[in-house]
């Protein structure tokens, strides 16, 4: 097959112990999925109606890569989140069967451009521009979940500068991975090589020029890098 033009580059992430890298095809994101954080936002959590929004599978940043201070903002913030790789996907997957279709585990920076998000909120505007801009989504090399030990006491931490930002505790989400799965899986077709951002906890902040991030899901993935 000829194209008209160069075909991009397929985004990946590196894996842990491994040469291979993890495809990726598609960035699912669910939004207020830590109790807290809704409401140091100013929001309540709606358990019955999720708020899933997505960014492009080019917005990942990684191997170590500066993140590049996005244009068009003036409060840049960092939101550290538990990321899910999956490995097989379907529709209208019963959460039962749901942690069957996992490869791995990363951390990751969902970044938010929140001057942006707070017009688009006060206009019931998309959240587009505030989330899915270029290079807004940092994220870890991945652990294959067989690797991984994971429970309701795992921690996520974000240090900035070797100040900690967040912490929070995956047993504090509103909807599990599993439940989180189940329910996207009613709204798209999922596929192998969909990552699923899972959520902050509270603690949300600005990031400027020159600071430097360590995120860390306890006992399975690390991250850091640099505010360029």
Wanted: glycine letters at 8%.
């Amino acid at each position: 097959m000829s194209y008209a033009i160069t075909p991009p580059r397929l985004p990946s992430l590196p894996i842990v112990g491994s040469e291979q890298r993890f495809p990726v095809r598609r960035i699912f994101c669910i939004g207020r999925n830590y109790a807290e954080h809704a409401r140091e936002m100013g929001a309540t959590v709606d358990k019955d109606t999720p708020l899933f929004f997505c960014k492009p599978a080019d917005a990942v940043v990684t191997d170590g890569a500066d993140v590049p201070y996005p244009q068009a903002t003036h409060d840049l913030h960092h939101e550290i989140e538990m990321v899910v790789a999956l490995g097989a996907g379907g529709r209208d997957i019963p959460v039962d069967q749901a942690a069957s279709l996992i490869w791995g585990y990363g951390v990751g920076l969902d970044l938010t451009r929140r001057d942006l998000q707070a017009v688009a909120k006060a206009k019931a505007h998309p959240w587009d521009v505030a989330k899915a801009f270029d290079h807004s989504a940092p994220v870890s090399a991945l652990r294959p979940a067989a690797d991984a030990s994971l429970d309701a006491d795992t921690t996520l931490t974000l240090s900035i500068n070797g100040e900690l930002r967040q912490q929070g505790r995956l047993g504090d989400m509103v909807h599990g991975v599993a439940e989180i799965i189940a329910i996207l899986s009613t709204l798209f077709e999922l596929k192998a090589g969909d990552l699923i951002f899972t959520g902050t906890p509270a603690g949300v902040s600005a990031l400027h020029r020159g600071d430097r991030f360590h995120a860390e899901l306890a006992g399975v993935a690390t991250l850091d890098g640099r505010v360029a």
